[in-house]
């Protein structure tokens, strides 16, 4: 059953932003609520008169500052640019495929997202129908078009085939392991140099429609990603690292060269711009 659904997500770096600046606002107010730290207590000292006294003089009482009303009490700067964004609409069409699912993967299991190429001209909806019907049980959580609508074949919450075996030595060097929660049907080694498999169990997968060496990235594509990004830290409550497929497995052709500037992007400012 296919369906397609509007989430409203809001970027996790704005999140965390704007927690910081209501919990600095929690803290100025308690400071401001403490009870004053009392005077201390004078003390009496008796001093014996002089034998002529000097005629007393009119001195003033000292005058206590008046406290400042609430109308005159110094209000907060605000800080740029932190509300300027509070959410992003992305419409997703859900088309499950049981077949593509392969074990649980909850958000403790989560540290990376995954970029890819499909390395073909096939709209999302087809190449979820090739994926399905292939029999290798590969493929990737999201597929995202080139006009910029978003497919998702793979809950978030399960493992979905799209990383297959890395680089020997890759389990150690990001920091994951083959837990048993994959099955790992149909999947197959491919040679000592590819020995490790565990990435599809800690990782999201994302395909963009692109054959590389074919052009650019379409302005609405990457919008889309950028988004997705957004809904996928959202969901999970931090910012998992972003990557793409090569970085997993050498030699690899996804993500395309025409691709690496708006991967540096990525990884630092997790937008295309």
């Not at 997500?9 to 400071?31: D, E, H, N, Q, V």
């Not at 907060?76 to 077949?99: C, F, K, N, Q, W």
């Amino acid at each position: 059953m296919i369906a397609t659904r509007l989430i409203s997500t809001k970027p996790y770096r704005f999140i965390a932003l704007l927690c910081a600046i209501l919990m600095a606002g929690a803290l100025g107010a308690c400071s401001e609520a403490s009870e004053p730290e009392p005077e201390p207590e004078r003390q009496q000292i008796d001093v014996e008169p002089l034998r002529d006294p000097l005629p007393p003089t009119d001195v003033p009482e000292p005058q206590q500052a008046p406290e400042p009303s609430e109308e005159e009490a110094p209000q907060e700067e605000p800080v740029a640019g932190a509300l300027e964004e509070v959410s992003i609409d992305i419409e997703i069409t859900e088309d499950y495929r049981s077949s593509l699912d392969h074990g649980p993967k909850g958000a403790g299991s989560q540290k990376y997202i995954m970029l890819h190429d499909t390395e073909g001209d096939s709209d999302a909806a087809s190449v979820i129908d090739w994926w399905d019907g292939n029999g290798n049980l590969v493929a990737a959580h999201f597929v995202v078009n080139r006009d910029g609508s978003i497919w998702q074949c793979v809950p978030l919450d399960r493992i979905a085939h799209h990383a297959g075996y890395g680089d020997t030595g890759h389990n150690d060097a990001f920091g994951i392991s083959e837990d048993g929660r994959d099955d790992m049907k149909g999947s197959s080694p491919i040679g000592s140099d590819f020995a490790d498999y565990g990435m599809n169990a800690w990782s999201v997968g994302i395909e963009m429609v692109h054959v590389g060496g074919e052009g650019d990235y379409p302005e609405e594509q990457l919008n889309a990603v950028d988004a997705l990004i957004a809904y996928i830290d959202d969901y999970y409550g931090f910012e998992s690292e972003i990557i793409d497929h090569k970085a997993w497995r050498s030699g690899n052709s996804d993500t395309s060269p025409e691709f690496a500037d708006y991967l540096e992007r990525y990884q630092t400012k997790r937008t295309h711009q």
